[in-house]
């Protein structure tokens, strides 16, 4: 017989249709509206090329919030056996741009100017998820926070980041 892994249940707003997945977790199927921000149409359509490499997936994305679920495995271990600070730390960040992404008009982008993670506990294989929430939106500088927790929901670490918001040439290329 094969290991389970066990579910982390997300908060379900009405207006999201959730859809099992292979593993029992749940993800939202939830198209982004019409007019929400080209990084986060690009996310949900067609991931992000570290998510891709690492083997995380970002599962919902929403005014100033996103969450993203990583199944960890020895793939991910640092030479102690445990999940790589690193790895934690991608997870997080993904979040966190993605929850700032989510806040910004058409015109606008942004760039990581902070980033700084706490590590709580050692994690070995566990599914985690990382729920990320914008707590300051200003004009020009954001305020992000993420907590990471295991399948028991235990907080494996947290993560803070300031971002800030370009327009104009800034903008351009990004």
Not at 36 to 44: E, I, N, Q, T
Not at 143 to 150: A, F, G, H, I, K
């Amino acid at each position: 017989m094969g290991a389970t892994v066990p579910k982390i249940p997300t908060r379900p707003r009405s207006r999201d249709r959730q859809l099992a997945t292979d593993n029992g977790s749940r993800t939202t199927d939830r198209e982004p509206p019409a007019d929400a921000h080209r990084l986060v149409h690009s996310v949900k359509s067609f991931g992000a090329p570290c998510a891709k490499l690492i083997g995380f997936e970002i599962v919902e994305i929403d005014a100033g919030r996103a969450v993203g679920h990583l199944q960890t495995g020895p793939q991910h271990a640092n030479p102690m056996g445990t999940v790589h600070g690193g790895i934690l730390c991608d997870l997080a960040d993904a979040a966190m741009g993605m929850a700032f992404a989510s806040t910004l008009k058409h015109d606008e982008t942004f760039t990581t100017l902070e980033l700084k993670i706490n590590f709580v506990r050692p994690v070995w294989v566990s599914l985690l998820r990382a729920e990320a929430h914008v707590t300051n939106r200003g004009k020009t500088v954001g305020l992000v926070e993420c907590s990471v927790r295991d399948e028991h929901h235990r907080l494996v670490a947290k993560a803070v980041s300031t971002c800030l918001i370009l327009r104009g040439e800034q903008a351009a290329g990004r």
